[in-house]
Structure formats: structure tokens, C-alpha cells
């Protein structure tokens, strides 16, 4: 069973930082790529960020310049680094990955269970 666990949302206020993990774990025999989703209250689910195997990364507009996306594929995590934090990037932060889990000839879309990041004025 593949699990994303995330961590290191909250309350901060504009202009803040923070960082958020996930780490994936279970029975993994490849990670393809992983990434940051946000869905905020009445909108739709968004990406904000992805990086490949080969730490290739892109980002949404919204987020150049001041997010950051790596992984430690020792440790099957994904990081998001988040400065200049603005009240409009508040939302629910999803954790997402394709992962070929030990034994399966093929991948699977995973998503964790989200962590809610919140940006006062």
C-alpha cells in the first residue's frame, strides 16, 4: 500500500515562508514524477508545482519566483518552499505522484491527504 503523508502547512502572515513535505512510502519499486496541487474554497483543483525523476521542474505562473519545488529521492519526499507567501495562495495543498508500487507492471496516480495553508493579511 503507497501512502503520500504531507506536513508543514499552517498560519503564517504575508510575506511569510514556509515549507511543506510529503513523503511517500509503502511498497514503491519507482517514483515518476511528483508535485504540489491547491485547491482553494470555490475554486477548482490547481497545480502549482511538479518535478520529474530527472528534477526537471515547472511551476505555475502564480508561484514563479517565489516557490520552490525539490525531492530527496533517498527519502521518496518532495519538498515546496514557499516565500512571499500572499493571501491568495490560502488553500488546501495536495501532494500528488505517479509511482510504480513493487510488483505492478504499471503507475498509479497517488494524492495525500492535503494540508490546509493559510495567509492572513
Known amino acids: 500500500q503507497v501512502q503520500l503523508v504531507e506536513s508543514g502547512g499552517g498560519l503564517v502572515q504575508a510575506g511569510g515562508s514556509l515549507r511543506l513535505s510529503c513523503a511517500a512510502s509503502g511498497s514503491i519499486f519507482r517514483i515518476n514524477f511528483m508535485g504540489w496541487y491547491r485547491q482553494a474554497p470555490g475554486k477548482q483543483r490547481e497545480l502549482v508545482a511538479i518535478?520529474?525523476?530527472?528534477?526537471?521542474?515547472n511551476y505555475a505562473d502564480s508561484v514563479k519566483g517565489r516557490f520552490t519545488i525539490s525531492r530527496d529521492n533517498a527519502k521518496n519526499t518532495v519538498y515546496l518552499q514557499m516565500n512571499s507567501l500572499e493571501p491568495e495562495d490560502t488553500a488546501v495543498y495536495y501532494c500528488?505522484?505517479?509511482?510504480?508500487?513493487?510488483?505492478?507492471?504499471?503507475?498509479?496516480?497517488?494524492w495525500g491527504q492535503g494540508t490546509q495553508v493559510t495567509i492572513s493579511s
Open positions: 500528488h505522484a505517479l509511482i510504480q508500487p513493487l510488483g505492478v507492471p504499471g503507475t498509479s496516480t497517488y
Open positions: 518535478i520529474t525523476s530527472g528534477e526537471s521542474t
